[in-house]
C-alpha cells in the first residue's frame, strides 16, 4: 500500500538558519514525490516534484528537496530559513493504477521559523 | 493563483441542512479531486473524479456525494450535516489521470455547522 510519513508534526528553527522538513514514503513502483505548503486560511500551494533525474530538486521560494531511494526520503530542504516560511507542509506521492491518479499525503509538519 | 476556483469561499449553515459545494478545474484539467481538511483529521481524501466519472473514493461518508459535470466542473453535495462536518473543503485538479502531473488546490470552502 503507498504510503507517507512525515515524522514530525512541528519543527522550529531560528531565522537564517538551514531547515529540513522530513518525508518518508512506501511505494511500489516508481515513485513520484510532491511537497506543498499551506499557509493559514489559505490552499495548498505546490512547491516541488521529484519524478525522475536528478536526486536534488529544486523548487519555489528557495526550497528544495533530496529524494533518496534507498531510504525511501524525501526531506525538504532550504539553507536560511525566513519567518514567512513559517506555513504548514505536506509530502504527498502519486501513485498510478488502472490509468488514473491517486494522491496519499502525509499529515503535516507545522515549520515555525522564530526571528 | 492556481486556476482552481472553488465557491462559496465561507458557508455557515445549520444541523440537518445540506450544502453544495462548487469546483471549476484548471483550464484544461481533466481530474477533479475533493479533500477535507479539519483540525484534528488532517487532510483527508474523498473522492475523485475523472472526465466526468468517478475513478476513486476516499473516506466520504455516504451523506455525502460528489459528481462532475460535461464542462469539468464538479460539485460536493453535504446533506443531513452534522456539527462534525465543519471543516475546510478543497477541490483540487490535475490535466490528466496519469502521468507525473501534478495536483493543484483550490482556496477552499470554510463550512461551519451551527
Known amino acids: 500500500a503507498q504510503s507517507v510519513a512525515q515524522p514530525e508534526d512541528q519543527v522550529n528553527v531560528a531565522e537564517g538558519n538551514p531547515l529540513t522538513v522530513k518525508c518518508t514514503y512506501s511505494?511500489?513502483?516508481?515513485?513520484?514525490l510532491f511537497w506543498y505548503v499551506q499557509y493559514p486560511n489559505r490552499g495548498l500551494q505546490f512547491l516541488l516534484k521529484?519524478?525522475?533525474?536528478?536526486?536534488l530538486v529544486k523548487g519555489s521560494y528557495g526550497f528544495e528537496a533530496e529524494f533518496n531511494k534507498s531510504q525511501t526520503s524525501f526531506h525538504l530542504k532550504k539553507p536560511s530559513a525566513l519567518v514567512s516560511d513559517s506555513a504548514l507542509y505536506f509530502c504527498a506521492v502519486r501513485e498510478e493504477r488502472n490509468n488514473f491518479n491517486k494522491f496519499y499525503f502525509g499529515s503535516g509538519t507545522k515549520l515555525n521559523v522564530k526571528p | 493563483d492556481s486556476g482552481v476556483t472553488q465557491t462559496p469561499k465561507h458557508l455557515i449553515t445549520a444541523t440537518g441542512q445540506r450544502v453544495t459545494l462548487r469546483c471549476s478545474p484548471r483550464s484544461g484539467d481533466l481530474s477533479v479531486y475533493w479533500y477535507q481538511q479539519s483540525l484534528d483529521q488532517g487532510l483527508q481524501f474523498l473522492i475523485q473524479?475523472?472526465?466526468?466519472?468517478?475513478?476513486a473514493k476516499g473516506n466520504i461518508l455516504e451523506r455525502f456525494s460528489a459528481q462532475q459535470f460535461p464542462d469539468l466542473h464538479s460539485e460536493l453535495n453535504l446533506s443531513s450535516l452534522e456539527l462534525g462536518d465543519s471543516a475546510l473543503y478543497f477541490c483540487a485538479s490535475s490535466a490528466s489521470a496519469s502521468s507525473g502531473n501534478t495536483i493543484y488546490f483550490g482556496e477552499g470552502s470554510w463550512l461551519t455547522v451551527v
Open positions: 521529484y519524478i525522475t533525474g536528478d536526486n
Open positions: 473524479y475523472y472526465n466526468g466519472e468517478e475513478r
Open positions: 511505494v511500489s513502483g516508481n515513485p513520484y
